[in-house]
């Protein structure tokens, strides 16, 4: 954490050291007996503001810092390093605290290089399971090969190892924040930044249009089908709901039969010829009414009680 404090004073200054290792950070004691680490010898460091500082270098090519912390970018061109690559070397040192061994391993320092700027490192959990995976995971985003992968400031590193240290170390981190105008993790958008602390978060994915449009026309098939179904399974109540109920005709003889009649064996055949030819008739429709003929008396024949049958034939 205090390493992390010297580099951003160093990059805020313009000042990029290019040779930091365990070498590099000393540790001394203050007045109080508290541990201060010091970032020393800043022989080959760059000034990346105002002046150029590898003018005196007689040869373009010449390798700058030690083969085992330096970035892949500073070996392929140690001009053009910025403040990440002095993150990269953090992540070094601290994959060596951590396992005793360096992230990559070679039998000479052009292995070495080359194992740098081809070969993953190697996981400091197969060396150490104890150590906490999230933390593991902030030491390897400082070995991304890709700069832009790593770290953007000292600030953002020592953000993401702090809660891994003390409240001292927390509070230092958060110091660094305020000057460095680094927003701290839980005034971020994202506040997964200890997994993964990246310069520029990857932009979320946005819906296609035409994924919406599908989705609603499956769901406008779905619906359509529910309805049909549910129109076909009530169509036969409906239809029998809507069935006209057809008026029952009583025929006039029925009416003639419930009355009572007075006994004349004499007569019997030509009433119930009478009633059926009253019932014969056809009777009104209910839907259309049709104004019946007026019907003509049978003749009153002649005989005792002739005359209350027709009244009560009518």
């Not at 508290?34 to 010449?62: H, N, R, W």
């Not at 019946?292 to 003749?299: C, E, G, V």
């Not at 024949?301 to 034939?313: C, D, H, K, R, T």
Request: glycine share 6%; net charge positive.
């Amino acid at each position: 954490m205090q390493a992390c404090a010297g580099l951003s004073e160093a990059h805020t200054a313009g000042v990029v050291h290019r040779d930091v290792k365990l070498g590099n950070l000393f540790v001394t004691r203050r007045r109080d007996g508290s541990a201060c680490l010091k970032v020393l010898d800043f022989g080959i460091s760059k000034v990346t503001q105002g002046i150029d500082s590898d003018l005196d270098l007689t040869e373009t090519a010449a390798l700058l810092g030690s083969p085992m912390y330096m970035a892949p970018e500073q070996i392929k061109n140690a001009k053009t390093v910025d403040a990440r690559a002095d993150l990269w070397a953090l992540g070094v040192v601290a994959h060596r605290l951590l396992t005793g061994h360096p992230p990559f391993a070679g039998d000479s320092p052009m292995a070495i290089c080359a194992a740098i700027t081809a070969e993953p490192p190697a996981d400091v959990r197969a060396r150490r399971p104890e150590v906490p995976a999230a933390l593991a995971t902030v030491i390897g985003s400082c070995l991304e090969k890709a700069p832009e992968r790593r770290p953007a400031t000292a600030a953002l590193l020592a953000l993401a190892l702090a809660p891994f240290g003390s409240a001292e170390t927390r509070a230092l981190a958060n110091r660094l924040a305020r000057e460095t105008d680094t927003p701290l993790p839980d005034q971020r958008a994202e506040p997964s930044s200890v997994a993964r602390p990246v310069a520029s978060p990857a932009p979320e994915a946005k819906p296609r249009a035409g994924r919406t449009w599908l989705l609603v026309g499956l769901a406008g098939l779905v619906v359509g089908g529910v309805t049909a179904i549910a129109v076909t399974a009530r169509t036969p109540e409906r239809t029998s709901e809507r069935a006209p109920a057809s008026a029952p005709t009583i025929p006039a003889s029925s009416v003639v039969a419930t009355k009572p009649i007075a006994p004349a064996s004499t007569v019997a055949p030509k009433v119930e010829e009478s009633a059926s030819a009253v019932a014969s008739k056809p009777s009104a429709s209910a839907s259309s009414p049709v104004v019946a003929a007026p019907k003509k008396p049978a003749p009153a024949p002649s005989g005792p009680g002739w005359g209350s049958l027709i009244e009560e034939a009518k």
